[in-house]
């Protein structure tokens, strides 16, 4: 292990951070470096200890968990302020062989599901265990509910009063609603999962209840590894801490665009970089489209990248306005590989979502190989609700900057492609330049 990283764990710097945020999120300071300078002029330690670290974040953001439930139908805007929450939340839970029982139980608590159990996934054996206090069940893969999604690696949500959920039947539990996640290791294999049974007021799940498990989730997946397969702690917890940041930063930043009508290309760069993070993939692609021109064109940097709004994947998404998932890009007609061949770029997986404004697709955000395994329907959902609010913002932009005293777009996208024949070739020697199957459409 590196000595940052060993620096980092042993000063629980993670934590510290996290401390400092909640600190600037309660006081809203207009000068946040004097205030922090301020703060930390407060705090007298006499030795630097981690534990004290703990203490002061579990402090600052102690009155959270006292604020009650939030409302039953929130708009957009307090669902993104509801995650955020969940996240400072989540940050609060201790560590050590109960955090993830106490994970799942501020879950219910917060989400107001009744009950959440976790299964074992034992692939050599092709089963998946789960323990309660008073006896061990176990689940062939394929059987139920749980042995689907066991088979499948895909979440599972259902309302039905006949599902077929063995170990719940065994247990007498009445099961009408319930929401099934699989729990991934780097590779993309199912080593654990976690089902959330019924909610409280008796109400079917929707996609906005799986998107706040998988929050809950990922903090959940971080203590299993380190107890089933003795991993690291405070490096795991870094990953999610820096994800759970990145959408935090984007839902911000949309937000900031929003009230103070920002360049539509520094919204765009922002979603980009910031979407890199959240679904930690290799590249990343906003298209906005022009349907009148029907082309849809990109900024990228000092390059502009202009195709048909009906060629490629993200052609395809937009014209459809569905999400298209694909796991591997060379079985899929519709990629184009010239880009690979040329500079010897390997695409493996891609995910392009629509981003609509009042059922319109106004631009498409197109993702390029996950790091690590496949794009899954977790990055599909976290994404979804961003997007939902970027989308909006995205179009209200660029109609205002189509307003001539408003020169935001730049003179090229006036006339789409008219100039961008010629340099297409360029373009695709440029190694920041994220665009993948249409690189050659446009010559």
């Given amino acids: 292990m590196s000595n940052e990283h060993s620096y980092v764990r042993k000063k629980n710097v993670s934590k510290l951070i996290q401390w400092l945020t909640s600190e600037l999120v309660k006081d809203e300071p207009e000068n946040p470096i004097k205030f922090i300078h301020n703060l930390t002029g407060q705090v007298k330690f006499q030795e630097y ?4 670290v703990d203490d002061l974040l579990a402090d600052s953001i102690k009155g959270i968990k006292d604020r009650g439930a939030p409302p039953q139908d929130p708009g957009l ?7 955020t929450e969940a996240l400072q939340r989540i940050s609060l839970l201790p560590k050590g062989e109960q955090s993830m029982l106490n994970i799942m139980q501020e879950m219910c608590s917060y989400c107001g599901f009744a009950m959440a159990h976790l299964y074992t996934v034992h692939s050599d054996k092709r089963t998946c265990i789960f323990e309660s206090e008073e006896k061990k069940y176990e689940v062939a893969f394929g059987e139920g509910v749980i042995g689907k999604v066991a088979e499948s690696g895909n979440t599972l949500r259902l309302s039905s009063p006949d599902i077929c959920d063995p170990v719940a039947t065994a247990m007498g539990l009445d099961v009408r609603s319930t929401v099934i996640c699989p729990l991934k290791s780097e590779s993309g294999e199912v080593i654990a999962i976690l089902q959330m049974i019924n909610k409280n007021q008796d109400e079917p799940f929707t996609v906005r209840d799986e998107l706040y498990a998988s929050l ?9 590894l380190c107890t089933q397969f003795d991993s690291n702690y405070n490096e795991i917890e870094m990953s999610v801490s820096n994800q759970f940041h990145a959408v935090v930063d984007l839902i911000g930043a949309i937000q900031h665009a929003e009230e103070n009508r920002s360049p539509l290309s520094s919204l765009i760069f922002t979603i980009t970089r910031r979407t890199l993070q959240i679904v930690e993939c290799d590249r990343c ?15 990228q940097g000092e390059i502009n990248i202009c ?3 009906d060629k490629g994947i993200a052609g395809s998404c937009a014209t459809k306005g569905e999400i298209i998932k694909i796991d591997e890009a060379y079985e899929d007609d519709r990629f184009n590989p010239a880009f690979d061949k040329k500079s010897g770029y390997r695409t493996r997986t891609i995910l392009c979502m629509p981003m609509k404004s009042n059922d319109e697709v106004i631009a498409v955000l197109q993702l390029i190989n996950k790091n690590n395994g496949l794009f899954t329907t977790d990055d599909q959902n976290l994404l979804s609700l961003v997007l939902d609010k ?8 660029r109609k205002f900057h189509k307003n001539p005293a408003q020169r935001e777009m730049p003179c090229e996208m006036k006339s789409p492609c008219k100039n961008l024949r010629k340099s297409s070739a360029d373009s695709l020697k440029c190694p920041m330049l994220p665009l993948i199957e249409e690189g050659n459409e446009e010559m």
């Fill in 49 to 52: 200890s981690s534990d004290q």
């Fill in 77 to 83: 805007d307090s669902e993104l302020e509801r995650i």
């Fill in 216 to 224: 809950f989730c990922t903090q959940i997946l971080a203590c299993f």
């Fill in 285 to 299: 692609t906003l298209f906005v489209c022009d349907p009148v021109a029907k082309q849809m064109w990109s900024m």
């Fill in 307 to 309: 195709i048909p709004i």
């Fill in 390 to 397: 970027a989308a909006k913002v995205v179009d209200n932009l």
